[in-house]
Structure formats: C-alpha cells, structure tokens
C-alpha cells in the first residue's frame, strides 16, 4: 500500500463493548461516530462473552476494516470468565484471520474499567491505525 | 535336556555358563562392509549378536539381512522382529525365511511407535501407519507355534518345523511396576527362551525385581539377561533418565559421572561394576551389553569382566 | 461420537478455485458435538471462505446451512434447492454425511471442510480423547472397560509396552496416558490383576476397518 493512500484510507471500524466497562455515570451509546481519520459504529454488549466467532466473521465479510472489542478486566467480568472466554475465541478468530490473508490485527480486545465515550473512542482509534496498516478490507463493496 | 534350535547362545545357557549378547546396528544403506566393520570388531567376543530392525522408525538394512550378514562372518545373530511393520502373515514369512538362511535366535518386540520420533537429526516415519497386527506376547506365541506345533497362525501346517530359539524384551522398571513381572510370565508362557533386559542402573530396583521373577520360577524356565549400555556421560545418563522410559538411573550415578575427570574411563569402570552386580542376583543368567555407537570400547570391557574368551559349546 | 477438525483453509481454497457459488453445509449432531461441524462453526467458515476466496483472487459467493443430520436422506432433503443453485459443496460433517450428500447431488462436486479423526469423548471443554476404534471384537470385558485398541498406541493386546513413562504416561504423547497403566491400575482395585495374567491370542481383525468394507445385514429389519 502506497503512503499517500493509506493516508487517504478512513477505516470502518466496529467498537462492540461491553455495558459493564461503561463508568456508571456515562449513558450507553449506539450507532455511528466520527473520530480522527476513522468512523466507529458502537455496539452495545451486555457482556463481552457474547461475542461469537460467527457475527465477528460476519461483520468482516460486510466489509468493516476493523473489530474491536472493549471488556472488563478480566477477574471483573460479571459472568467471571466471560471475558476470559471471550478472548481466547477471539484469538482463534485472529488465527483464521491470518489464514485466509485477512491479518490478524483487524480484530482485537481492550480490557477497561469505568470507560468513558472518550475511552472507547480511543479503542476504536487504536484499532483504526492497525487497520490502516493492513488496507482497506478487501471485501468492500463487494 | 535337548534344545531348542541349538544355537550357541542357547547352548551356553544350556551349560551354565554366563552369557553375553551385544548389538550390532545394521548401517542406513545397504552396506556390507559397514556391518563387517562392526563384526570384526566384535566377533569372538559375545554369544550372541542382536541385530535391531528399523530402531526409531528409521530405514536401515533389514535384521535379517545383517543377521545373516553376520552369520557368515562366523558371528551369531539375534534377528530382532518387532510388530511395528509387518502383519502376522509378513512375519511369519520373514521368519521361514530367516529360518531358511540359517538365523534361529530370534528377538520377538513390540517396536518403537513411528510417531516416538527419530532423536537427533533423523526425521524417521512419523507419517507410517503402524501395523500393530498382533503384540510381541502373540508373537512369540505365533514363533512358539510354528516351531513346537509346526504350525501358522491361521492353522495351515508348516512342510517342517523351523527351529527357533526365541527371546523377548523386559522392562523391569517401567510403570506400572507391579504388573512388570506378570508380563514377564505371559512371556515365558508364551514361549519366550530368553529375556533381554532394558538397560539397568538401579540395580537395587532391579534385584527386586528379578526376586520375584525367582520367586515364581520364571528364572528356571527363561534365561534372564539384564541389559547393561556402557555410560560414557552425565548427560547422557540424564538423557537416559529422562526420555528413555523404563530406564532409571540413579542420581549418585549420574553425579559421579559429572565429577570424572576421564567420564570415558569412569563409564567402563561403572559397566565393569554393573557386570559384577547383576551376575551376584540369582536368576541372571547373563548379560546383554551394548556401548551405543562405540562398540571400539566393548572389547577391554569384556576383557575387564573376565567374560572372555567366550566358552567353546 | 465421531469427531472430526477442520482442514487447512488453505486446502479448502485450493478444492474452490474456479467454482463461483458454494453452499457450506454442516451436520447438527456428532461434528457439532465437536465443534467441527455444527451451525457455529457453518457460520463463521462460511464468511472466511468468502474472504479467503476474494484474497485468493477467485471472488465465491458463498451460502450455508446446518442439516439436522446429514447422514440421514430425509435431513438431506432440506437442502435440495441450495444444492441445485451452487456448483459447489463444502461440507463439515463427517464422512458419512459427506458422502450422503455426494451421492444425492451427485453432479455437484462436494469438498471435504474437515477431516474425520476418531470416535471419542469430550473428556473436558475443548478435549476430545479416543474412545473405541471400531474394531468389531470388542474386548472391554477383558480390559476392565478401557480400550487397548483404540486408546493404545500399539493396540497391544497383553499389557504395557516398554514405553510408559516413569509418571504413567505414554512415550508417543505425554499427555496421553499409558492404557494398560489404567487397566492394571483397574483390575488391582478390583482385586483381580489375576485375570491380566492370561495371554491373549492375536485378534481377529476381520470384522474392523482392516477386514474390508463393513455391510451389516439384518433381515428381520428389511422391506
């Protein structure tokens, strides 16, 4: 990928996070954002356990550049291993990714606590620039 | 009492002498003079020469072929079999066949499992598929059968009984160490005329052993060669200690080993040794000593034991 | 159940190149057990094979359905439409349900997503073990209900090999353990190691796999 098109290229990314990182003073968000070089659309989990391999494949077939997911830390998750068990399905899912040329780096987890609307903007930032690294998703707009 | 198939190792067992085996590895090619190289070395110097078939799964010439190698360079070869690569019609052919070429020491095994690895730079077969048709205890039934009954597996009557003096494979020290000894027994009661040992260090361990092998007669019925392998490091005892299962060494060995200024001297001196422990227990009737890859060492070894010349049978 | 993993992508590619509709198709019941087959795993191949297939320069477009059970002709039936749209099947279930397939889609040509390893146990989450090997002479009534056959690496018939490891364990994986350890360790408990001490003559191998193509005939049960 030449300099000036990555420079150009604005990743789609897809923040999925988890309700209970939230700080309970900050109101759950859905929906579309805008950040620095990137656009974000927000998922609301009620645990980050509840992501399945399936829905994160999905979601990269439908031509997101990046998937990134923001969990408890780890001994703080509600359903104790939730997120434990959240992250090891999502290495698997790294592994895949790498497999099929996709890279590995388009999907990853953030461990927060009392999270801010800045602070999952921040993960989805994070996830951007690994998402610029590698290109657009080749499956866009396919 | 008459013999089995009156080899010379069977007939100085029969005298009462102390017998001794060693190893002859067959070379990875098919050459003779590799094989001449080792038997000049070695001949005149054991009772019997056991020659492994494809040891860690990887390809050398065939055990029959070195035994027979052998034999006409007036060594006795034990043909080791094991049930890793042949069916039991396979074996069976191959042992009509050795028998045909005038091999009838024949060392009945299970084999290194294909995917127990090749060690060092040798890949071996990981990708073979075992054939495991029948185990070493059928084996030497099936061997038993063919020479007593004059009959195959399947039922079919051999046109004449091949004459076989059959051995068979003992791990004294291997977990679970109670049932080490009643396996013993199943092969004597299959058929098994001698028994080579894997390499013994903890002689006390072993002695306890060999007691209750004495203790049910089975020292009466087979000739117990305990397996001695001339240590020529620490570490390669460690090696030994840790990946060699069914083989233990004590630690004071190990140590002791670490500390010698000469390790290649201390190892014949610990072999030396280990020769005059086991031959103290009763029911050894022998030795079966290998010095892996360093048979040059095995004659001042022998010489040192007072085991040679070997007795005239 | 039977168990079965996964090939390489890269395998799975290599069988699509050239073929532009594939239906990925997966089998409810064993390879779900497994996590090999089942709709979860149908779902998330599905999508990576679209993705793999755009990254190899042979854009697929790809469908997929779970079967109830795909070795069964009704649960077959289900997916005779998708069947006839694609020219091309991936299929995750084992290699009964695969053949099912082939044989009743016949101008398809069907792939296999996974390999068919072994009849085993889901001895912990994420751990399948060796449990029978079809060896059609069952002798678990000999072996205190453990199977030498399948869960030992020799299939040795009278006790240990020289190849147990000083914890128990056998040479060829150290997490495997030694069977015949378990089966003396068994029949001690029992207070019958006696019943070990008999020598087993060789198998009769001509009702397993190495005896030829099983056909299992029941008259009371045809038409």
Known sequence: MANNST?????????????????????????????????VRLVLLPCSSKVQLPHLMRLLEQGS??????????????????????????????????????????????????LSLEDLMQMAGRRADAARALGPNPMKGV | MSLRAGTKLEKVLAAGHFALTTEVGPPRGPDVDAVLKKARILKGLADGYNVTDNQTAVVRMSSIAGSKILLDAGLEPVAQMTCRDRNRIAMQSDLLGAAALGLRNILAISGDHQGAGASGKLKGHPGAKGVYDVDSMQLIS????????????????????????????????????EFRVLRLAKKVAAGADFIQTQAVYDIKAFAQQMAKAVDMGLAEKTAILPGIIVPRSAGMLNYMNNNVPGVVVPQELIGRMK??????????????????????????????????????????????????????? | MITAEWKPIEEMVGYLR????????????????????GEREVETLAPLLA???????NPVEVKSATLERQC??????????AAAEADAIVSLACGIGMQLVAERFVDTPLYPGVNTTSLSLREEPGLWTSRCAACGDCVLGLTFGLCPVARCAKSLMNGPCGGTRTDGMCEINQDTPCIWRLIVERATARGRLEDLTQVRPPKNWSNSPAGGPKRMLREDLRS
């Open chain 1, 7 to 39: 420079a150009e290229f604005q990743p789609r990314i897809t923040l999925l996070y988890c309700r209970q990182s939230l700080a309970p003073e900050v109101k759950p968000v859905q929906g579309s954002r805008t950040g620095q070089g990137f656009s």
């Open chain 1, 65 to 114: 550049d990046g998937l990134q997911i923001a969990a408890c830390p780890e001994k703080a998750c509600q359903h104790l291993v939730g997120s434990t068990r959240a992250e090891k399905r999502l290495n698997r899912g790294r592994e895949l990714l790498e497999q099929v040329g996709m890279g590995a780096e388009r999907l990853g987890l953030e461990r927060g606590a009392g």
């Open chain 2, 142 to 177: 099936i061997i038993k059968g063919m020479r007593d009954e004059g009959l195959q597996a399947g039922g079919d009557a051999l046109t004449s009984k091949p004459a076989f003096f059959i051995g068979a494979a003992w791990t004294p020290l291997g977990p679970p160490i």
């Open chain 2, 259 to 313: 500390d010698a200024s000469d390790p290649q001297a201390e190892g014949i001196k610990v072999t030396l040794e280990l020769i005059e422990q086991v031959r103290e227990l009763p029911g050894v009737k022998g030795v079966h000593l290998q010095a892996i890859e360093a048979e040059e060492l095995l004659p001042e070894i022998i010489n040192q034991a007072g085991l040679s010349p070997r007795p005239e049978v």
């Open chain 3, 18 to 37: 050239g073929h532009k509709k594939v239906l990925v198709i997966g089998c409810a019941t064993c390879v779900a057990e497994c996590a090999a087959g």
């Open chain 3, 51 to 57: 993705m793999a297939m755009q990254n190899d320069g």
């Open chain 3, 72 to 81: 069964e002709p009704e649960f077959v039936e289900a997916i005779a439409e």
